[in-house]
């Protein structure tokens, strides 16, 4: 408890609530409106003021400034940070996880802070399987961006189950497209569906790239699953709604935030017991309508 909670409780008043803040520097101009990371950031809120604390968005200065992140929670009362998304290989941000401030991180490890992670390796095997099963071979690969644990996770595990199951990967059907940026994607699947011999299904980013998808698809009069076939990553509920429902991963990002919020909890009250070991969550193949039967 701080001190200021500790004059609160002795003088009868009500206790200010502790406060945990949230590092989100979302890169695709979703901001909060992000359909995966809001799921996450909802159930870190909940589990947080059920257990007496507020959350806060730090507001980070441009990379390179001296000013310290850890620092200037200290300064705000910020007891302990959750690491959500951005650069995190950026100096600001390995300088707040080896900082000592109780912090925990999501989809990437720092040494000594607790993370809580998608299973990325199984859902991309998982999508190659399923795609191989119903009858794909010439199978392409449109991923986020390549600066990020998780996209190079998914790249590398494209290739070995394309790999394990005697498969070859032409080089233009791995794509270097960007999470959640409808247009790219477009512009990629127009590009791919236009090579000489075009896949008969793409792996896209996420769920919300399928727009792009059916827009490209739209444009060269292909109908979706007949003529190509699409599957998406998160499993939002958005993409489950439309008819046919997307093909997908859905990953468990309540349970991630909801966790997350307890490991950084139990971080700042029981620093000597917490445990700093990652936890890794299942991730379930969702079987729409847009992956067809060859």
Same mark, same amino acid.
């Given at each position: ?7 609160? +409780?002795?003088?009868?008043? #009500? ?18 409106? &992000? ?7 909802? =159930? ?21 400034? !001296?000013?310290?992140?850890?620092? *200037? ?5 910020? @007891?302990?940070?959750? $690491? ?6 950026? #100096? ?21 802070? #607790? ?13 190659? !399987?399923? =795609?191989?099963?119903?009858? *794909? ?5 449109? &991923?986020? *961006? ?8 998914? $790249? ?8 394990? &199951?005697?498969?070859?990967? #032409?080089? !233009? ?23 000489? @011999? ?30 190509? +076939? ?19 991963? *859905? ?18 009250? &029981? ?15 969702? @079987? ?7």
């Amino acid at each position: 408890m701080t001190a200021m909670n500790q004059a609160q +409780s002795m003088s009868g008043a #009500p206790a200010l609530k502790r406060s945990l803040g949230i590092l989100y520097q979302e890169g695709s101009g979703k901001g909060l409106t &992000h359909p995966f990371f809001i799921l996450i950031m909802n =159930a870190f809120k909940v589990e947080a003021e059920a257990r007496g604390y507020e959350i806060t968005f730090i507001n980070m200065g441009p990379e390179g400034q !001296d000013a310290s992140i850890a620092e *200037h929670c200290r300064q705000r009362g910020i @007891e302990g940070v959750c $690491i959500l998304c951005g650069e995190f290989q950026g #100096p600001q941000y390995r300088a707040l996880a080896a900082s000592g401030l109780p912090c925990v991180s999501v989809d990437h490890i720092y040494k000594g802070v #607790p993370a809580v992670l998608s299973d990325n390796e199984t859902g991309v095997q998982k999508l190659v !399987d399923y =795609a191989i099963s119903m009858g *794909h071979r010439r199978i392409a690969f449109i &991923h986020g *961006h390549n600066n990020s644990v998780v996209t190079r996770t998914r $790249i590398g595990q494209f290739g070995n189950t394309m790999g394990y &199951h005697g498969l070859s990967v #032409p080089e !233009d059907y791995v794509r270097d497209g960007l999470y959640h940026d409808i247009a790219c994607t477009r512009r990629h699947v127009l590009e791919l569906l236009r090579l000489p @011999e075009p896949p008969t299904c793409i792996l896209l980013p996420d769920d919300m790239t399928y727009f792009g998808a059916q827009e490209a698809a739209r444009a060269l009069k292909l109908r979706v699953p007949e003529d190509i +076939s699409f599957a998406g990553y998160d499993g939002i509920p958005l993409t489950q709604a439309l008819t046919p429902t997307l093909t997908t991963i *859905h990953q468990n990002s309540a349970d991630m935030g909801r966790v997350a919020a307890q490991r950084l909890i139990d971080l700042i009250e &029981h620093p000597d017991t917490a445990s700093r070991k990652p936890r890794v969550f299942t991730v379930e193949l969702v @079987e729409g309508g847009t992956m067809a039967r060859l």
